[in-house]
């Protein structure tokens, strides 16, 4: 029987299809609209596509892996329900407390403190526990009861129950729970310690609140998902990506939604740690841009990094995810003219509908897409592969009559600058990305997808001092086709402070061991082979004193972890103290269920290289005849010099003056750029 999984990463403009036929390794690539006001539509709509352009049948689809904005976009947007949070008396101000931390160091008043939950709405119970677990004063039901009555009163459609020291006893948490849906069954519920069992009150407060306003929104568009599946029979299951590059089924996402909060991106920072192997290019920065934001993940050593805490427009989130900085940086971003005469560029977005005005869907303010297509870089006529034709004309009115005018400048220039101004966003964002660590951009190469990043790439790359992009196959859905390479993943916690020594070493295997029979249960209730089955384990380590930690991978080997630990800090922050005993706060486990992996995508070209016919594109604020390749007609080995564009279903790649293309015999596109930079 055929067999055929499918990966599908809906993003605010488009939603991206990878088909892989598992018994030849064969992918194929898709794109179409989103549909931001049912999601599933466009999904739906894209799997059928796709089933009719590549010749399989919907019964033949094994598995869907399934990356989706929809929790992230809920925050931003705060789309959310009414929430109320009940946590131990006395601390209903722990969201507004925070952390003493500034963004601005010097200002005289501290920035606004994002707030999903106002004052009204949380409520204290008594209840008190010491940072051991153990009780001090035992959980007094009624005023539990009379909380939960109040918050019903209030309009509370989800409740998050944040208990003081929970992470180490979780049994008045779990009781509050029980009452809460004694009184209020209809009504969402989610304990801190089932999300984020940790020390430091307010990230878990923070990360309990955020899941339980996403659980009424997640599980609206699973159980609408389930449906239009069904109505497709489409009857196989459905992975979601987690935002630590791994999947877990609806029933956990429905549970724990704030673990998909970077599911799209993650497929995309998997792509370039699967790719970094086989170019062999340890050092990759992988930069995504959509059509309304822009990704940068880094590959150091052949890995991308795991972090133990990220936030979602400021909030805390204290789950494993990958390391993945998000502006505002898309082909849909709006570009204005402000009253001071400044020409400003995005965060703001057209999305979808009704996109840039080249679109033709009624859109009016004038985008970065918008400009590329005045500029001449983007072909009207093949754009998505002809799929959609652009308004070309129309770009450049709306570019003339909002930015240009106002700006008392050319047509040309207001898109020029467009386009700079877009880049320089883009570049900054890969500065802080590798400074904060410590990394020089010399030392890496660029790794460009989405569908929007080729025609900025090469000008992103020379802007941070970095010599080399790389384009890879099918960037306009290579984060779909990243999401292929995902396990199924479910990260256990436990928060213990104690010393790294061979005396705590029985308390750490038996934490070790605690975990991993919760997670051999959980992997076997997602049907997982015993024989597929891993729990690699992880300990947060930091010196004595320190207010962060940085994690270890433990095989066993105590004093191994430790000396890991050590060079770790020397990397990241240039010093270590390896004389001092480091302190474990909190011991991670892993349980992963390995899925079968896409094997080599063969490559072949369909023909020799063939130039289209060129046609004047401005670059550097000139107009050139470039010559227009198609991707598919590159061969292995090949070297093409700049100016020049290549055309592909789902993108379009810039390489400007000054820059060579080379194709590796893997498919991808190397651009480098000559040692004595562009030239006239």
Request: hydrophobic share 45%; glycine share 10%.
């Amino acid at each position: 029987m055929p067999a055929i999984r499918v990966a599908i990463d809906i993003g605010g403009t488009f939603t991206d299809v990878q088909i892989l036929d598992e018994a030849s390794g064969e992918t194929h690539a898709h794109k179409v609209p989103s549909t931001p006001a049912d999601p599933s539509e466009g999904l739906i709509a894209g799997i059928v596509q796709a089933a009719e352009l590549f010749d399989f049948r919907l019964s033949d689809i094994r598995a869907i892996m399934h990356g989706t904005t929809i929790a992230t976009n809920a925050v931003l947007e705060r789309k959310l329900p009414k929430g109320a949070v009940l946590t131990t008396q006395g601390f209903t101000d722990v969201l507004e407390i925070g952390r003493h931390f500034r963004q601005v160091v010097y200002a005289n008043k501290a920035e606004d403190r994002p707030l999903l939950v106002p004052r009204s709405r949380r409520f204290g119970v008594v209840e008190r526990l010491r940072a051991d677990g153990s009780v001090v004063t035992a959980l007094d039901e009624e005023s539990v009861r009379v909380a939960v009555r109040a918050a019903v009163a209030a309009g509370a459609e989800t409740v998050a129950v944040a208990l003081l020291h929970s992470y180490a006893n979780p049994a008045h948490e779990r009781r509050v729970a029980e009452i809460v849906s004694e009184i209020a069954p209809g009504v969402y519920v989610s304990c801190s310690h089932a999300v984020s069992p940790e020390i430091r009150e307010f990230e878990r407060t923070s990360t309990a609140v955020l899941n339980a306003l996403l659980m009424p929104v997640v599980k609206t568009y699973l159980d609408r998902l389930n449906g239009r599946l069904e109505e497709a029979g489409i009857g196989t299951p459905v992975y979601l990506v987690q935002s630590n590059g791994g999947v877990t089924t609806p029933q956990i996402a429905g549970e724990q939604p704030a673990r998909l909060l970077l599911s799209g991106p993650a497929g995309g920072a998997r792509a370039a740690e699967v790719l970094s192997a086989d170019l062999d290019m340890p050092n990759l920065v992988a930069v995504d841009m959509g059509g309304t934001s822009y990704d940068v993940s880094v590959v150091d050593g052949g890995a991308i990094r795991l972090v133990t805490e990220g936030k979602v427009d400021g909030l805390p989130v204290r789950l494993p995810m990958i390391e993945i900085r998000t502006i505002g940086a898309g082909g849909g971003s709006i570009a204005r003219a402000d009253g001071t005469g400044r020409l400003l560029v995005g965060p703001e977005s057209a999305g979808a509908r009704p996109g840039p005005v080249c679109y033709g869907r009624g859109g009016v303010e004038p985008t970065v897409t918008d400009a590329n297509a005045a500029l001449g870089r983007i072909d009207p006529a093949f754009f998505l592969g002809g799929a959609m034709d652009l308004d070309r004309a129309g770009a450049a009115a709306a570019i003339a009559e909002r930015v240009a005018t106002p700006l008392g400048m050319d047509e040309g220039t207001a898109a020029d600058g467009i386009v700079a101004i877009a880049t320089t966003h883009m570049a900054s964002a890969i500065r802080l990305s590798l400074f904060e660590k410590g990394l020089d951009p010399q030392d890496f190469a660029l790794i460009s997808f989405g569908g929007a990043g080729g025609l900025h790439a090469c000008d992103t790359a020379a802007e941070i001092g970095a010599r080399r992009v790389v384009f890879p196959r099918d960037p306009g859905t290579l984060s779909a086709w990243g999401m292929l390479f995902g396990d199924v993943v479910h990260d256990i916690a436990r928060s213990r402070l104690m010393q790294a020594s061979a005396a705590t070493l029985p308390t750490i295997e038996a934490l070790i061991s605690e975990m991993r029979i919760e997670g051999e249960t959980l992997l076997a209730r997602d049907g997982i082979p015993a024989a597929d089955r891993s729990y690699p384990v992880t300990l947060d380590l930091r010196y004595p004193g320190q207010a962060y930690e940085i994690g270890a991978a433990y095989d066993g080997d105590l004093a191994a972890t430790v000396a890991a630990y050590h060079d770790a800090h020397e990397r990241q922050y240039a010093h270590a103290e390896r004389h001092v005993t480091p302190d474990v706060v909190t011991v991670r486990l892993a349980a992963t269920g390995r899925l079968s992996k896409p094997g080599k995508r063969p490559f072949a070209p369909s023909a020799s290289s063939q130039v289209r016919p060129a046609r004047p594109v401005r670059i550097g604020g000139r107009l050139h005849d470039v010559a227009i390749l198609t991707r598919d007609s590159l061969a292995p080995g090949e070297n093409v010099s700049g100016p020049l564009i290549v055309e592909e279903a789902h993108s379009t790649l810039l390489v400007p003056l000054g820059w060579s293309l080379t194709v590796h015999p893997t498919g991808a596109l190397i651009a480098d750029q000559h040692p004595e930079g562009a030239t006239a």
